[in-house]
Nanobody
Framework: QVQVVESGGGLVQTGGSLRLTCAAS????????MAWYRQSAGEQRELVAD???????SYADSVKGRFTISRDIAKNMVYLQMNGLKPDDTALYYC??????????????WGQGTQVTVSS
């Protein structure tokens, strides 16, 4: 019903930048919240940033001032601009959206993740 695909991960040096992209497709009537999560080896998955339907944003304390979440509503896409990357940012980054699907209702959908590795 809904497909969520992340891209843009890679290997970068400390202090570098990456831009992650998440594209949602399918029978989407509307998207309420779009968010980025990450999970490091041996750690629980954590919320990095989210963006509400009205444009409100929130960030994990560890990324405030360095990461920026944004979206293209018309294309059902959400982005995560990551600057000043640190080794602690190394993780598998996931996109999660809360969407309303025609004839089905509202639910959340996850992508498969994109790996970000920051070398020291």
């Amino acid at each position: 019903q809904v497909q969520v695909v992340e891209s843009g991960g890679g290997l970068v040096q400390t202090g570098g930048s990456l831009r992650l992209t998440c594209a949602a497709s399918g029978r989407i009537s509307s998207i309420n919240i779009m968010a980025w999560y990450r999970q490091s080896a041996g750690e629980q998955r954590e919320l990095v940033a989210d963006l509400s339907r009205t444009g409100g944003t929130s960030y994990a304390d560890s990324v405030k001032g360095r990461f920026t979440i944004s979206r293209d509503i018309a294309k059902n896409m959400v982005y995560l601009q990551m600057n000043g990357l640190k080794p602690d940012d190394t993780a598998l980054y996931y996109c999660r959206i809360w969407a309303t699907v025609a004839g089905v209702g509202s639910s959340d959908y996850w992508g498969q993740g994109t790996q970000v590795t920051v070398s020291s």
